[in-house]
């Protein structure tokens, strides 16, 4: 009997306890209420000298950022092909949520960016991320007025940046990771603890290099306090973020019908209210006409227009068809669908087949140590590249959208075309995306 009191008590002790323990917390661990102590090892957290686990509330909210739930989708085009391309044949994939801007990149954005490069790096480097220019100049167009002013005047700020190259918008996207997460850690008071050297420990995204293309370590993202990397968006969370069908939802996962255009309806009229009639997006209507007549200039733009033109779509992202083309990520190869997986599908350099069956202009650089010049001319029937900021290879990159320049037929998010990412066009800019962190959809 004084055995079977002894194992009760006991039995009591263990359940104060351990009710005790569990009423000093709200339920199970999360990321961001861990609890004082690991539930693994039992040691305590954040003891000097040991393991520190910093407070957490969330991933910050980037700058023009907007949150895309993800979702199974249906990439593709899926009523016409005029092309005969068979290029982007439909298929199910699911695609995580992300984060994409709400506007395409603008000319006041790039101006920023070119003054703070201008400061903290090289003269070779801040010229070799100048827009281009001449991408208006045309021998039998006059559009001199948009090579001098279309970058620079005031009245342009808020006009999609053009004339940047698919390189270009990277080396912007590692900038904006840097000096974003600058000012985030400013604001919570770490800059000093992390920055060491001045800003140094913040310089580049993850171990690439930063604007002066100098290797420095990047601020912890354990410190809680920092974005992940602004980048291009993938062509499926572009392709998926223009069809926006969370507007097209009835009784849980049904679907009343899919989109052509980021809107709904075959037509590119507004078919609502006061501005009834009124096109939707900035396109070519058809040969010569960019916009209308004269006291009805309809689409209202003969060149690109203000970022916030138009209504966003039901993500609430602006001129995701028309205005101008975007650059995503991917490498251009006709037959990805067939090859990429069904979740988060990308395709990647250098991945899968021979790169010469499609890319052009490799550069000698950085394949000295394999080939001789003239064993690597007779290999490419290329000649030599010296020009050593860019990588090996000239690579066709994908670009989505339409433009200005474009007829209604590349409005559609799943139409596609591809370009060398070192050239650029006065139709082609693009927008930033960012993975969402810290979640499982």
Not at 133 to 142: E, G, H, P, R, S
Not at 299 to 327: H, K, Q, R, S
Not at 367 to 388: I, P, R
Request: include cysteine; charged fraction near 20%.
């Amino acid at each position: 009997m004084k055995n079977l009191v002894n194992a009760l008590t006991g039995s009591a002790s263990v359940l104060a306890v351990a009710v005790m323990l569990s009423s000093c917390g709200s339920g199970t661990p999360t990321s961001s209420n861990p609890g004082k102590y690991s539930t693994t090892t039992g040691l305590e957290f954040n003891e000097e000298g040991g393991f520190v686990v910093n407070d957490f509330s969330g991933q910050p909210e980037g700058p023009n950022l907007i949150f895309i739930e993800g979702g199974r989708t249906v990439l593709g085009t899926f009523e016409e092909d005029v092309l005969n391309s068979n290029d982007n044949v439909e298929r199910a994939v699911t695609v995580a949520s992300f984060y994409m801007d709400e506007t395409e990149v603008a000319n006041i954005n790039w101006l920023e960016y070119e003054f703070y490069i201008r400061q903290d790096s090289d003269e070779y480097y801040w010229k070799n991320n100048l827009p281009d220019t001449t991408v208006w100049a045309k021998d039998l167009a006059f559009n001199d007025s948009y090579v001098d002013h279309y970058y620079r005047y005031p009245g342009f700020r808020y006009f999609p940046v053009v004339g940047v190259n698919w390189r270009q918008a990277i080396n912007y996207c590692k900038w904006r990771t840097r000096v974003v997460n600058i000012k985030l850690a400013e604001d919570a008071g770490l800059y000093d603890e992390y920055a060491g050297a001045g800003d140094q420990a913040f310089a580049g995204a993850e171990g690439d290099p930063g604007s002066s293309g100098t290797d420095f370590p990047r601020i912890p993202l354990e410190s809680g306090v920092v974005l992940p990397n602004y980048r291009l968006p993938t062509e499926a969370e572009w392709e998926y973020a223009a069809q926006a069908l969370i507007g097209t939802q009835w009784l849980d996962e049904n679907q009343t019908h899919r989109r052509l255009y980021p809107w709904d309806g075959h037509a590119l009229r507004n078919p609502y209210g006061k501005s009834m009639g009124y096109f939707l997006a900035n396109f070519k209507r058809g040969k010569g006409d960019y916009a209308g007549i004269a006291g009805k200039l309809n689409d209202g733009a003969m060149i690109p227009t203000y970022v916030y033109d138009y209504p966003p779509n039901d993500f609430g992202l602006y001129n995701m068809a028309g205005n101008v083309n975007e650059w995503v990520q991917d490498v251009y190869r006709p037959l990805s669908h067939q090859v990429v997986e069904d979740m988060n599908p990308v395709r990647r350099d250098g991945t899968l087949d021979s790169e010469t069956g499609y890319d052009a202009m490799w550069n000698f650089i950085g394949n000295e140590g394999q080939y001789t010049e003239e064993e690597w001319v007779a290999k490419t029937g290329l000649q030599k590249s010296y020009d050593t900021e860019n990588p090996p290879m000239k690579r066709l990159r994908v670009y989505k959208g339409g433009s200005w320049a474009d007829v209604a037929y590349w409005l559609s998010p799943g139409t596609r075309r591809y370009l060398f990412e070192d050239s650029a066009t006065s139709t082609i800019g693009f927008r930033c995306a960012m993975i969402r962190a810290g979640t499982n959809y």
